[in-house]
């Protein structure tokens, strides 16, 4: 079993600065690829990025050059620094890896 738990959301005005943490359980952790995605109000859940067991990372074209994701595998943890951020932004914030999700923490970004 594995659990992940996001943390660090709030309120932030446009062309702020957020980080996002993802603290999971379990010895997985270690050797699997690490997802964030995101949901806004009334659309569907969106890939963000993605991080290998290595720190190789990806990113959806929308958050590039803003978001950038990275891991401390001592610490079981993921974070997801997010810069420049707009209110499109706004969403809640879910980290994932293979069937496991967290319970999402909510990103609102102000105009």
């Known amino acids: 079993q594995v659990q992940l738990v996001e943390s660090g959301g709030g309120l932030v005005q446009a062309g702020g600065s957020l980080r996002l943490s993802c603290v999971g359980s379990?010895?997985?952790?270690?050797?699997?690829?690490m997802g964030w995605y995101r949901q806004a109000p009334g659309k569907e859940r969106e890939f963000v990025g993605t991080?290998?067991?290595?720190?190789?990372?990806t990113y959806a074209d929308s958050v590039k050059g803003r978001f950038t994701i990275s891991r401390d595998n001592a610490k079981n943890t993921v974070y997801l620094q997010m810069n420049s951020l707009k209110p499109e932004d706004t969403a809640v914030y879910y980290c994932?890896?293979?069937?496991?999700w967290g319970q999402g923490t909510q990103v609102t970004v102000s105009s």
């Open positions: 994932n890896t293979g069937s496991y």
């Open positions: 379990g010895s997985i952790f270690t050797i699997s690829a």
């Open positions: 991080i290998s067991w290595r720190g190789v990372t």
